[in-house]
Nanobody, 115 residues
Framework: QVRLVESGGGLVQAGVSLRLSCAASGSIFSIDVMGWYRQAPGNQRELVAI???????NYADSVKGRFAVSRDNAKNTVYLQMNSLNAEDTAVYYCVARSLTRDYWGQGTQVTVSS
C-alpha cells in the first residue's frame, strides 16, 4: 500500500502563485509515476501533470507554461508549482502515485482562485 498526503492548497487571487506538495509513504518502491489530477465541480477528474522517477513529464495543454511538476525521489515527494493562476484553475487537486497494477490517490486539496 501507498499513502499520499497533500498540502499547500488554499484561496488565492488570480495571477498569484501556489505550490502543492504530496508526500508518499509505504510501498513506494513500486511507484514510477507521480503527479497531479484535478476535479472542478460538475467536471470529470482530469490530468494536470505527471512525472516519472527519471524526470520525464507530461502536462495538460491548459497548464503548459504556467505549472511545473517536480519530484524529490529521496523525500518521496512530488510538487506542483502553479503560476499565473486563474479562476479556471479552481478545483480539488489530487496527488496520484502509479504502479504497474494500480493508481493510489491522495485525499485532495482545494485550490480556489478568485478573480
Amino acid at each position: 500500500q501507498v499513502r499520499l498526503v497533500e498540502s499547500g492548497g488554499g484561496l488565492v487571487q488570480a495571477g498569484v502563485s501556489l505550490r502543492l506538495s504530496c508526500a508518499a509513504s509505504g510501498s513506494i518502491f513500486s511507484i514510477d509515476v507521480m503527479g497531479w489530477y484535478r476535479q472542478a465541480p460538475g467536471n470529470q477528474r482530469e490530468l494536470v501533470a505527471i512525472i516519472t522517477r527519471g524526470g520525464s513529464t507530461n502536462y495538460a495543454d491548459s497548464v503548459k507554461g504556467r505549472f511545473a511538476v517536480s519530484r524529490d525521489n529521496a523525500k518521496n515527494t512530488v510538487y506542483l508549482q502553479m503560476n499565473s493562476l486563474n479562476a479556471e484553475d479552481t478545483a480539488v487537486y489530487y496527488c496520484v502515485a502509479r504502479s504497474l497494477t494500480r493508481d493510489y490517490w491522495g485525499q485532495g486539496t482545494q485550490v480556489t482562485v478568485s478573480s
